[in-house]
């Protein structure tokens, strides 16, 4: 393993087993665990419902390391919260070439619903 790291030009750190602050798991246990104590109170059977609320809470947080957020390291692109799709589809719907934009669509949805039950 040194070996390929050292072709690769990665720096290679170990973790030892024990020392939880220094693994990056623990560390994201560690942010996830007061919120979710938070979302849950005294529903226990509930956690799992509670996480994708969580994990987009903690998406948009800037990284101190990389000064990237975690949803465009993972996805390429800044997630997009419920205010900003509604705004975005305020002003599709404000355009005075609403009718011409979405027709197009509309019938290529239709073509594909039939394929579908035909396929179906």
Known sequence: MQQ????LGIKQDLIYVYH???NPSERKNRDLKPRLAILVRDEHDTWE????????ALNPAKC???NHTEAFLQYGRELRT???VTHDLRALIDNDNFVA???P???RFARLTAEIKDHV
């Not at 390929?4 to 072709?7: E, G, I, M, V």
């Not at 419902?49 to 987009?56: A, Q, T, V, Y």
């Open 82 to 84: 419920t205010d900003d």
């Open 20 to 22: 939880r602050q220094a």
């Open 64 to 66: 101190e390391t990389t």
């Open 4 to 7: 390929t790291c050292n072709f």
């Open 101 to 103: 934009e979405i027709t």
């Open 49 to 56: 419902e509670k996480l994708p609320m969580i994990r987009f």
């Open 105 to 107: 669509n509309l019938k």
